[in-house]
């Protein structure tokens, strides 16, 4: 039988992640398992180049981290009560940081959303869900958000 003993809970903080992580605390309370929930902030490094100075896009980049720390630190506190929950922040590329902390962690499945992007939206932006769905060695769970009614 599988044994779940960490769960890798990606979030991008938006008003879809309370869903994901009451996904991720329910399989936690189901298995006994921690739960790491990472949010992945733009390097922005692609810009460098665009006459705009390293130190500006630098200094950006760490204003993003820092305030998705403390917004990370509340997310944590307030959707994974009464389990042991860590939040992180890291930088970088969505779907490769989400493989790297899965196995830098040692986890057992990774929990996030997938925006269900379709047509030129898709092709433009691509789909980091589907990235990490082809790529992670462990099983993923994706959730697609629930379509407002018109």
């Not at 769960?7 to 921690?34: E, F």
């Not at 204003?63 to 944590?76: C, D, K, L, R, S």
Request: charged share 20%.
């Amino acid at each position: 039988m599988a044994e779940i003993k960490k769960i890798l809970c990606a979030v991008d903080l938006s008003d879809i992640s309370p869903k994901i992580a009451d996904y991720a605390k329910t399989l936690a309370q189901l298995s006994g398992a921690s739960v790491q929930v990472v949010y992945v902030a733009p390097s922005l490094s692609q810009y460098v180049g665009f006459h705009v100075p390293p130190s500006s896009i630098e200094t950006f980049v760490g204003e993003i981290v820092t305030g998705a720390e403390q917004t990370m630190e509340n997310f944590v506190e307030e959707n994974f009560a009464g389990i042991e929950a860590d939040g992180y922040v890291v930088t970088g590329y969505a779907a490769e940081e989400v493989l790297r902390f899965a196995q830098e962690q040692g986890c057992d499945l990774i929990v996030m959303g997938t925006h269900g992007r379709t047509g030129i939206d898709r092709i433009l932006f691509g789909s980091v869900a589907e990235k990490v769905v082809k790529s992670a060695p462990i099983p993923v769970l994706t959730l697609r958000p629930e379509k407002k009614e018109e």
